[in-house]
Nanobody
Framework: QVQLVESGGGLVQTGGSLRLSCAASGRTFSSYAMAWFRRAPGKEREFVGAISWSGGSTYYADSVKGRFTISRDNAKNTVYLQMNSLKPEDTAVYFC?????????????????WGQGTQVTVSS
């Protein structure tokens, strides 16, 4: 069992930055690949980025590539999402998720555990 708690969301102006954190409980955190998804108002949940259990592999949606960076610290049971050059279209609730290795990184159906989400609002 893994419990996930996101933090770091807030209101930021266009072009600004935020760093989201996702703290995981449980001693098996390092066994799980992690990801960030988001859901904008009136839209379906979409993949943002993912990172392998070791941190050696990362994956990004085209819409955030070059602006967002996912990382993890297994000693702290935490995964991060550094978001730079934010745009109004990045406004959404951001969720972190955990899955066992071997599943497709961008497919939400492969994730076993989800956090409650943190709101990110980018003003124009």
């Amino acid at each position: 069992q893994v419990q996930l708690v996101e933090s770091g969301g807030g209101l930021v102006q266009t072009g600004g930055s935020l760093r989201l954190s996702c703290a995981a409980s449980g001693r098996t955190f390092s066994s799980y690949a992690m990801a960030w998804f988001r859901r904008a108002p009136g839209k379906e949940r979409e993949f943002v980025g993912a990172i392998s259990w070791s941190g050696g592999s990362t994956y990004y949606a085209d819409s955030v590539k070059g602006r967002f960076t996912i990382s993890r610290d297994n000693a702290k049971n935490t995964v991060y999402l550094q978001m730079n050059s934010l745009k109004p279209e990045d406004t959404a609730v951001y969720f972190c998720a955990a899955r066992l290795p071997g599943r497709t990184p961008h497919d939400a159906r492969g994730y076993d555990y989800w956090g409650q989400g943190t709101q990110v609002t980018v003003s124009s």
